[in-house]
């Protein structure tokens, strides 16, 4: 290889990431502890962007479809219509969570009040039939006499362990509280943040594509930004397909238990489509939830009601999921099943919600290059297509 300027580079270039890479291996916990830090101090503007995300596909239908033919030629609408949109976007979500939350946590004190004054009741079967267990078999009064409890030494060990664990107990709690304050100080700083990227999302698109053109070659930035796009286009897909999908099923719930007379069957059924939105799995939260509390008005019911929802969450799982929201997405229902098995696996909800449409990404691009590619060698369609 001929030593000038430009092997030259590449030469140090090797070397000094070949430094940097041992540097590295020798230091990943230091590492580790600043990516660990850098990313504390991004978090609430990576959560910010996730809610814009979020937020912007029903702000965007609102704007483009309830506001798109009013005061076309009102210059000062035209500016309020997008705030307009976001405060209506906001209100709605608030809406639902409102309606999800006086329709269930009613009925769950409710119910709860029930078991405690079914309690003492309880209580009062459980000591006849012990009493009653004691009076048939005397050899076990016997045997319980046997056992004999130091009282004074369990007392002292008790106290010696409040005592010994009493810091780290505080310490814990106060941890746990300092979580949560942090916690909803950085989805407060993160829903401001969506805020102004929402009402500035053109502008900051703007800036973003210049970044880009500006530091790599038009080749990579066109593919970069067409790959941006499928991604902004499939998981916007994604999450309407999700909405659809929920709404389905919690109608499918409502007849269902309507025509079999169950109880409660619009809060169960609004709480089975609002957890739902959780892919495959989320609507099992509703159906724990739901058998609770027809449990207290009918143990019976409540066995049939576990049923029906087994067959109905088969029927979802199997054939109006993958083809709702995979079909949305267009990707196979097969692989909608896959990703939503690894993405569960690998990260829980979070992995089932971002796997779904990033294989759809995937998949796409990958079908792209697998067309271009037998395009290239000349492979026609009959060796493959049979």
Same mark, same amino acid.
Not at 80 to 85: A, D, G, I, V
């Given at each position: 290889?001929?030593?000038?300027?430009?092997?030259?580079?590449?030469?140090?270039?090797?070397?000094?990431?070949?430094?940097?890479?041992?540097?590295?291996?020798?230091?990943?916990?230091?590492?580790?502890?600043?990516?660990?830090?850098?990313?504390?101090?991004?978090?609430?503007?990576?959560?910010?962007?996730?809610?814009?995300?979020?937020?912007?596909?029903?702000?965007?239908?609102?704007?483009?479809?309830?506001?798109?033919?009013?005061?076309?030629?009102?210059?000062?609408?035209?500016?309020?219509?997008?705030?307009?949109?976001?405060?209506?976007?906001?209100?709605?979500?608030?809406?639902?969570?409102?309606?999800?939350?006086?329709?269930?946590?009613?009925?769950?004190?409710?119910?709860?009040?029930?078991?405690?004054?079914?309690?003492?009741?309880?209580?009062?079967?459980?000591?006849?039939?012990?009493?009653?267990?004691?009076?048939?078999?005397?050899?076990?009064?016997?045997?319980?006499?046997?056992?004999?409890?130091?009282?004074?030494?369990?007392?002292?060990?008790?106290?010696?362990?409040?005592?010994?664990?009493?810091?780290?107990?505080?310490?814990?709690?106060?941890?746990? #509280?300092?979580?949560?304050?942090?916690?909803?100080?950085?989805?407060?700083?993160?829903?401001?943040?969506?805020?102004?990227?929402?009402?500035?999302?053109?502008?900051?698109?703007?800036?973003?594509?210049?970044?880009?053109?500006?530091?790599?070659?038009?080749?990579? #930035?066109?593919?970069?930004?067409?790959?941006?796009?499928?991604?902004?286009?499939?998981?916007?897909?994604?999450?309407?397909?999700?909405?659809?999908?929920?709404?389905?099923?919690?109608?499918?719930?409502?007849? #269902?238990?309507?025509?079999?007379?169950?109880?409660? #069957?619009?809060?169960?059924?609004?709480?089975?489509?609002?957890?739902?939105?959780?892919?495959?799995?989320?609507?099992?939260?509703?159906?724990?939830?739901?058998?609770?509390?027809?449990?207290?008005?009918?143990?019976?019911?409540?066995?049939?009601?576990?049923?029906?929802?087994?067959?109905?969450?088969?029927?979802?799982?199997?054939?109006?999921?993958?083809?709702?929201?995979?079909?949305?997405?267009?990707?196979?229902?097969?692989?909608?099943?896959?990703?939503?098995?690894?993405?569960?696996?690998?990260?829980?909800?979070?992995?089932?919600?971002?796997?779904?449409?990033?294989?759809?990404?995937?998949?796409?691009?990958?079908?792209?290059?697998?067309?271009?590619?037998?395009?290239?060698?000349?492979?026609?369609?009959?060796?493959?297509?049979?």
């Amino acid at each position: 290889m001929e030593l000038n300027k430009n092997n030259m580079k590449k030469i140090l270039w090797i070397i000094t990431f070949a430094i940097l890479l041992f540097v590295g291996v020798q230091n990943l916990y230091i590492i580790f502890r600043f990516v660990s830090y850098l990313f504390g101090l991004a978090f609430p503007f990576l959560l910010g962007g996730g809610i814009a995300f979020i937020l912007n596909v029903p702000m965007s239908s609102f704007e483009n479809k309830v506001f798109s033919k009013i005061g076309v030629k009102n210059k000062a609408f035209q500016k309020l219509k997008r705030p307009f949109s976001l405060l209506l976007t906001i209100v709605s979500i608030l809406g639902v969570i409102f309606l999800v939350v006086f329709l269930i946590v009613p009925e769950i004190g409710r119910t709860i009040e029930i078991v405690s004054n079914r309690f003492p009741t309880f209580l009062n079967e459980v000591g006849k039939k012990y009493r009653d267990l004691l009076e048939e078999n005397p050899s076990i009064v016997e045997y319980l006499y046997q056992f004999t409890l130091d009282w004074k030494t369990i007392s002292e060990n008790i106290i010696n362990i409040l005592k010994n664990s009493g810091g780290t107990m505080l310490q814990s709690t106060f941890g746990f #509280a300092t979580s949560i304050v942090g916690g909803f100080i950085n989805f407060f700083l993160g829903l401001l943040f969506s805020i102004y990227i929402l009402l500035q999302k053109e502008k900051l698109g703007c800036q973003a594509k210049k970044l880009i053109y500006a530091y790599l070659p038009e080749q990579y #930035a066109d593919k970069l930004l067409s790959i941006c796009s499928l991604s902004h286009v499939t998981f916007s897909k994604f999450l309407s397909g999700q909405c659809i999908e929920a709404v389905i099923l919690g109608i499918i719930f409502y007849l #269902a238990m309507s025509i079999f007379g169950f109880p409660y #069957a619009l809060m169960i059924s609004v709480l089975i489509a609002f957890t739902a939105l959780i892919p495959v799995f989320g609507a099992f939260i509703g159906c724990f939830v739901g058998a609770f509390l027809i449990l207290i008005v009918s143990p019976l019911q409540a066995l049939w009601f576990i049923i029906l929802f087994l067959i109905i969450q088969q029927i979802e799982g199997n054939l109006i999921y993958p083809h709702v929201v995979g079909g949305s997405i267009g990707l196979p229902s097969i692989w909608v099943l896959v990703a939503v098995s690894i993405g569960g696996s690998t990260m829980g909800v979070a992995g089932m919600l971002i796997f779904i449409p990033m294989s759809s990404v995937l998949y796409t691009l990958l079908r792209e290059a697998v067309n271009q590619r037998l395009a290239v060698k000349k492979i026609p369609p009959n060796k493959y297509d049979s």
